[in-house]
């Protein structure tokens, strides 16, 4: 299979995706980016507010409703959304699924803002914080509590194997920016590479553990959460759907992407993506069902209250999400692929807001909303989450491009924008030549 | 591709074959319900909701042998919490049905679970029952304030204070610091009627059984909630009502976390079952790496642009 077509890029009406390559001639600062960093600095304010008056001032949260949007949207929903190293990187390392391979930076990336951003706000909602310091003692752990598994692990995941796998397109542009960067970076590079197969294998035990505690922690809350999301199976549950979303997160935003940025869109690459999430969605959905069969709890789908709603809302988001990709497998089509993502990944993070706010029951009066301030501050993290993104994109080799655009962007920088210096891609005036190892000598 | 799949699912199974054997080997004696150890020197309360006047005399002694403020909030001038909260470890409540029928009071605190759900979630121990009395206590140093104790408590005993800066858990402690002195726990000491007693978990149960037994009729369903619900707790009660009405949910015999985290507990036994999944990752991702760099190679031949791993 591997080099069968050695001409492909001449093939101008299928697009291939063969080299990332990053997003020229957009600038970084734009109305967008002033507004995303105008949050982030109110939620910054805010949260020195937060640590000076405590949990109840700044948020709705109440001795029924113990947590927050912080903790059950940022940290339960976005970190699924974030997981496509997991889910990407394990259809494409371990199950060789080959063309995945051009999304994995993409996946890498956006795993890695969605982890970093919630873990910081789950520092934040901690109401003791600097006890935390507990985590370098492993003989402390409660090795028994979810929660203990879910902090720890998470940490662990981010601060390593997450943000190791990201460096290879940092190296990536200090080689191209210099070339006297390049032997340190060469042999930088090999180290990596010879630690790869631990640090990936370690990207997908650790996200697998820690994904299906989070729905392990609602386990304990017991008949406070309605029988239609209460069930032994919630790991998997939640582990499921963190698959299927993070495929829908990783492509989705791929296409947007090359919508905003005016990319060719390889549908060879998307089709195949979008097959592994529909099978993904209807088994994830199966199971669901069946459990909720066999449990007997399906009569409380058909009571006329705010939990069948949900429970529908989400089901069917879902399942027209999962039939939109698999229509859009047909007709090649990246409109109700797109469609089909975004639905879909609505409809999983729904399910996983769920068992904590939407069907937590603790007594009949209790009721949460978030307050504004504690809206704001989740809002800031996500903008600086896209922050990163932003500027990653522009900066880095992360978005797969047609081989023709890494040459469009060389003469972009050396024709167009020669004055740039610090901000291209490039050493000044670099066309991509003298690209070998042996005519390095520059 | 199916090859290497099936050389995946070969090479995991190889180790989690065996591993899964032991755990189905092991299912039987898993599934029935573990006896849970009771600590040699259980202390606990025994609470008689048929002697209870409602005086709340207790509410007042424990915030004061606890050394807590006391809760004024509602009215400003009055100790009247409505609930337990950030300094109220011990509260009288009523139920008072609408149709007239009998009402009751209820004492309501922790119950000091024999197998607790809040130590069972609480990352850092700071929850953590005391291996001789079985009284569970919170450290202040160990606790990162996540809240999850006020989730998973099936009785929503521990409260979080919600307002400063270093923020704390609050939940009866058994007075363990008036134990230490040789003192009995403030409520028991203050009960005008000895609606609430204080002594050792099987004197309590003794206790119990003979007041059922003398007084036959009076007390529901003829037993003391605490002996095996939630798998025994070491506050015990007697009621002339259903206890659910008196906010003491039927749970059952199993104790809410050996019920909830069975399987989870068993996938990370000793680590096993992981660190078997770990080896056969890593050995799949070598392969696969292998071939993606070669891949890689022949593509910067190809193109002659940097390879992109
Ligand atoms: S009643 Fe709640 S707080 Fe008390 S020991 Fe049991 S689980 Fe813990
Ligand atoms: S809030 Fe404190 S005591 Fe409660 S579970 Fe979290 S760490 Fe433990
Ligand atoms: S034992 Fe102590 S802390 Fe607990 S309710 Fe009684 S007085 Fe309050």
């Keep these: 299979m591997s080099s069968a077509t050695p001409a492909t890029t001449q093939n101008q009406s299928k697009p291939r995706w063969e080299r990332y390559v990053p997003v020229y001639g957009f600038p970084v600062v734009n109305s967008f980016f002033v507004v995303l960093s105008l949050l982030v600095i109110v939620a910054f304010v805010l949260t020195a507010y937060r640590e000076l008056a405590g949990l109840g001032p700044v948020s709705g949260m109440n001795d029924a409703y113990g947590w927050g949007i912080w903790k059950t949207f940022n940290v339960m929903v976005l970190t699924a959304l974030g997981s496509g190293a997991f889910a990407v990187g394990i259809a494409a390392w371990v199950f060789r699924r080959k063309r995945m391979h051009s999304l994995m930076r993409m996946a890498l990336l956006t795993s890695f803002l969605a982890y970093a951003c919630g873990l910081l706000l789950l520092g934040i909602d901690a109401g003791r914080p600097w006890n935390f310091y507990w985590m370098v003692f492993p003989w402390k752990w409660n090795l028994h509590s979810p929660l203990a598994e879910v902090a720890i692990c998470m940490s662990i995941y981010a601060m390593i194997p997450l943000a190791v796998e990201n460096i290879p397109p940092v190296l990536e542009r200090l080689w191209y920016f210099d070339s006297r960067l390049r032997p340190v970076v060469t042999i930088i590079e090999r180290r990596l590479h010879y630690f790869f197969p631990w640090i990936i294998a370690a990207a997908y035990l650790l996200p697998g553990m820690h994904q299906s505690s989070l729905g392990a922690l609602m386990l304990l809350a017991g008949e406070r959460v309605h029988p239609l999301w209460q069930t032994p199976w919630l790991p998997l549950l939640y582990l499921g759907a963190a698959s299927f979303m993070s495929f829908g997160c990783v492509a989705g935003t791929t296409m947007l992407c090359c919508l905003v940025w005016k990319r060719a869109m390889d549908m060879e690459v998307l089709d195949e993506a979008a097959r592994i999430t529909a099978w993904l969605i209807f088994g994830w959905l199966g199971l669901r069902l069946l459990d909720i069969l066999f449990r007997g709890a399906l009569g409380t789908a058909f009571h006329f209250d705010r939990f069948a709603a949900v429970f529908w809302l989400e089901t069917l988001s879902i399942a027209i999400g999962g039939w939109l990709l698999v229509r859009s497998l047909r007709f090649h089509d990246p409109q109700p692929m797109f469609v089909g993502y975004v639905l879909s990944s609505a409809g999983g993070m729904i399910y996983r807001f769920s068992p904590t706010t939407l069907a937590f029951r603790p007594n009949p009066e209790a009721l949460y909303f978030p307050a504004t301030i504690e809206i704001l501050v989740s809002l800031g993290f996500i903008s600086l989450g896209v922050l990163g993104f932003l500027i990653a994109v522009k900066r880095l080799a992360i978005l797969p491009a047609p081989l023709q655009e890494w040459y469009d962007m060389a003469s972009y920088f050396r024709f167009r924008r020669p004055y740039i210096r610090w901000t291209g891609y490039f050493k000044f005036g670099f066309f991509g030549e003298e690209e070998s190892e042996a005519s390095g000598s520059d | ?309």
């Design chain 2, 1 to 309: 591709m199916a090859i290497t799949r099936r050389e995946l699912f070969t090479r995991v199974g190889k180790g989690a074959v065996p591993a899964a054997v032991a755990a189905t080997v092991g299912v039987d004696t898993l599934q029935a319900a573990e006896p849970i150890p009771v600590p040699s020197a259980a202390v606990g309360l025994l609470y008689d909701a048929t002697i209870c006047i409602g005086c709340k005399a207790c509410v007042a002694a424990c915030a004061e042998a606890n050394d807590t403020p006391a809760d004024t909030r509602r009215d400003f001038l009055h100790q009247a919490p409505t609930d337990l909260n950030d300094v109220t470890r011990n509260i009288i409540k009523l139920y008072k049905p609408e149709d007239g029928s009998e009402f009751s009071f209820v004492k309501r605190q922790c119950m000091h679970c024999l197998d607790p759900a809040c130590a069972a979630g609480c990352p850092f121990q700071a929850l953590h029952k005391d291996p001789e009395t079985g009284v569970i206590g919170w450290t202040p140093e160990k606790c990162i304030g996540c809240r999850y104790c006020t989730i998973t408590c099936p009785y929503h005993i521990p409260r979080f204070q919600w307002a400063g800066f270093n923020p704390r858990v609050t939940k009866c402690e058994l007075c363990r610091h008036r134990l230490e002195q040789g003192l009995k726990p403030g409520c028991t000491s203050v009960c005008p009627t000895g609606a609430v007693i204080f002594g050792p978990r099987p004197v309590l149960l003794l206790e119990g059984k003979r007041r059922i037994q003398s007084n036959p009729g009076r007390y529901y369903q003829d037993r003391i909630y605490g002996e095996h619900d939630n798998g025994g707790t070491q506050a015990l009660y007697l009621s002339h009502v259903a206890f659910e009405k008196l906010g003491l949910p039927e749970l059952g015999p199993e104790s809410v976390p050996a019920r909830t985290l069975r399987w989870q507990r068993r996938f990370y036994q000793y680590f096993a079952l992981p660190a078997v999944l770990y080896a056969g990752l890593v050995q799949v991702i070598r392969k696969s790496i292998k071939g993606h760099e070669e891949e890689a190679h022949e593509r910067e031949k190809r193109t002659g642009l940097r390879a992109q791993l």
